[in-house]
């Protein structure tokens, strides 16, 4: 199985400022198609998980631009340019190319 | 607007079983993979498992195979979990996603709980 390991577990942030959360996977999630297939998502407080970039650096419909995603092959990197108020939550990174499919421990963002 | 919407969960006794069903509405849900994730006290998020749209394919996490069963019904856009054999540590809530492949979850539903005890 493929872990997944984040770090830091939770984050305290002022509005305004950035946070970045790392997110390493045990094995390459470089697909022969040239494509690396990890993903982010946010599950904000009493909802349910919302996909946020995908495909390392791709941003999902509707995801602000002070979002952005980064790495390759094990290593990887979501920032945040600016934390608003709106993105408490905890953030989970999780690898699509190994069955099976693995999330990380998540992440804790509290303002 | 994709609208998820699962039903069926409920408090079981170990070695009992549920069957979880999600609605979907607001796609082609018979061109799409479609997955279910659990998120449990002791793992977090774990993906359970996922159906190709003519349900020719399906991927199980090890701890269920044998005691869960996905399957679909695309006349009437609708996922399913058939779950046997049920243990404590299954307990969780059982969301399901649109699945664009790789992980990619696009949508969810809302969750539905299931609890699994004495």
């Known amino acids: 199985e493929t872990v997944m390991t984040q770090t830091p577990l939770s984050l305290s942030v002022t509005p305004g400022q950035p946070a970045s959360i790392s997110c390493k996977s045990s094995q390459s999630l470089l697909h022969s198609d040239g494509t690396t297939y990890l993903h982010w998502y946010l599950q904000r407080p009493g909802q349910s998980p919302q996909l946020l970039i995908y495909?390392?650096?791709s941003r999902f419909s509707g995801v602000p631009d002070r979002f952005s995603g980064s790495g390759s092959g094990t290593d990887f990197t979501l920032k945040i340019s600016r934390v608003e108020a709106e993105d408490v939550g905890v953030y989970f990174c999780?690898?699509?190319?190994?069955?099976?499919?693995?999330f990380g421990q998540g992440t804790k963002v509290e303002i | 607007e994709v609208q998820l919407v699962e039903s069926g969960g409920d408090l079981v006794q170990p070695g009992g079983s549920l069957r979880l069903s999600c609605g979907a509405s607001?796609?082609?849900?018979?061109?799409?993979?479609m997955t279910w994730v659990r998120q449990t006290p002791g793992k977090g998020l774990e993906w359970v498992a996922n159906i190709s749209p003519d349900a020719g394919g399906k991927f199980y996490l090890d701890s269920v195979k044998g005691r869960f069963t996905i399957f679909r019904d695309n006349a009437k856009n609708s996922l399913y979990l058939q779950m046997n054999s049920l243990r404590a540590e299954d307990t969780g809530v059982y969301y399901c996603?649109?699945?664009?492949?790789?992980?990619?979850?696009?949508?969810w539903g809302q969750g539905t709980l299931v609890t699994v005890s004495s």
């Open positions: 999780m690898q699509g190319l190994h069955l099976p499919k693995t």
């Open positions: 996603a649109k699945d664009e492949l790789f992980g990619r979850l696009d949508y």
């Open positions: 495909e390392v650096y």
């Open positions: 607001g796609l082609s849900f018979g061109y799409q993979w």
